[in-house]
């Protein structure tokens, strides 16, 4: 296995506690966030770091930031026995390290580091301090027992685990290394049409036009939910004022459990998808999520943009990275599907899923759409010697 073959990855748990067990837990997270803002106060006063981020060489960030963590350790005044404070001094001083240090780029090896969006709320724990059966997990330093859901049944042994907090609930991610399946990719390109919630197109430019079905009618309750919720939520702050009174607060902490038990319910059908269409393909398009017009009531419209297909591209920029394929975005101001792929006139919108266009072409809204994606991918990156398009009187290649 070579090391530019490696990739990092990431197995999702749900953590269970009991209340003591939170609070434990609780007391680890506020040591870690006090022991990071410390580091980060004190780096800012000695480079004199003012507004922005700065980078700093490694030579002179490394020893400051071990030698306040040495003196923490040796000093008589804190008690860190009941702690996992070695974990919490190796991670604080890790985000250090990634925030401010001045680095040399890796040829040809790319290892991310953890699969948080813009999260704070995190603590990692090395190997040696914790012990992960097959329903449990049990943190050694701290004496914290939980169980996990799902059960782990590969009964996978994780060099690191990830503890983030969320809406006052606990997630574990289990850290492993990979192979990327590098030769397994076709020299073709595709284009990437999401018609409706629950199905994913793919177009290529071997002609072939492939359906993903997500299968969600079982998630139907909790996206209406959300869309109440999200109705309820306007109408209070409307009439408050603009005011988040206890009312609002309630309905937020209701959309975000909401929110959550859909995430994780299509985690695993999206990433299924993500994962079957990088590994096949080295170039892929897609429109951007900003031009996604698929619903027709526009509350559920933003729900389902807001808090699920970004998500999906989320995932895709994730994987497209691991496995070195290139995504291309495509943003005209418009919709891209409106445009007839024969003679490039802009076609008027209507309700039915076939385009009608003054040049004579009928053809499928959604095909019509994964051909000027793949048009204008083609173009964009250069390919239009190397491949050949197999559908005939491809005009609209001319056009971007």
């Keep these: 296995m ?15 506690l009991t209340k003591e067990e939170k609070a434990k837990l609780d007391r680890e997270f506020r040591f870690l966030d006090r022991l990071t803002k410390f580091l980060t106060k004190k780096i800012k006063e000695k480079f ?3 507004g ?3 980078r700093i060489a490694p030579s002179s960030l490394r020893p400051l930031v071990y030698g306040i963590i040495k003196r923490f350790k040796e000093s008589k005044r804190y008690d860190f026995s009941s702690y996992s404070y070695i974990d919490h001094f190796d991670f604080a001083s890790f985000k250090m390290f990634q925030r401010f240090e001045l680095k040399k780029d890796k040829e040809e090896v790319k290892l991310t580091n953890y699969p948080f969006y813009n999260s704070s709320s995190v603590i990692r724990f090395d190997r040696e301090s914790f012990k992960m059966g097959w329903q449990n997990v049990e943190f050694l330093n701290c004496k914290i027992k939980g169980k996990i859901s799902p059960k782990n049944k590969n009964f996978r042994n994780f060099r690191y685990l990830y503890v983030e907090k969320r809406n006052n609930e606990f997630y574990l991610f289990g850290q492993t ?3 990327k399946i590098l030769d397994a990719k076709e020299e073709i390109e595709a284009s990437i049409v999401i018609s409706d919630f629950s199905s ?3 177009y290529d430019s071997n002609n072939n036009f492939t359906t993903y079905n997500l299968e969600l009618k079982s998630e139907s309750y909790n996206i209406d939910r959300l869309v109440k919720i999200a109705t309820y939520h306007k109408q209070c702050l409307k ?4 005011f988040r009174s206890n009312n609002v607060l309630r309905l937020e902490r209701k959309s975000d ?3 959550e038990k859909l995430r994780r319910k299509i985690r695993q059908k999206y990433t299924r998808v993500i994962l079957d269409i990088v590994k096949k393909y080295d170039y892929i398009s897609i429109q951007k999520p900003a031009n996604l017009n698929y619903f027709y009531n526009n509350s559920q419209k933003t729900i389902i943009e807001k808090y699920l297909f970004n998500e999906f591209y989320k995932s895709l920029n994730h994987y497209t990275e691991k496995f070195n394929t290139k995504i291309v975005y495509v943003d005209l101001g418009y ?3 409106k445009i007839c792929h024969e003679c490039g006139a802009l076609t008027h919108d209507d309700s039915s899923n076939i385009l009608h266009c003054d040049c004579g072409a009928t053809v499928d809204k959604d095909l019509n759409a994964g051909i000027n994606l793949l048009s204008y991918l083609i173009n964009k990156c250069g390919l239009k010697n190397r491949f050949f398009f197999k559908k005939e009187n491809v005009k609209q290649l001319e056009l971007f």
């Design 2 to 16: 070579k090391l530019d073959n490696i990739y990092m990855d990431f197995e999702h748990f749900r953590l269970i």
């Design 48 to 50: 004199n770091i003012t």
């Design 52 to 54: 922005g981020e700065k």
């Design 177 to 179: 290394y990979k192979e």
């Design 200 to 202: 994913i197109k793919v």
């Design 239 to 242: 009439h408050n004022g603009g």
């Design 257 to 259: 459990d909401c929110y």
């Design 335 to 337: 919709d891209i599907g």
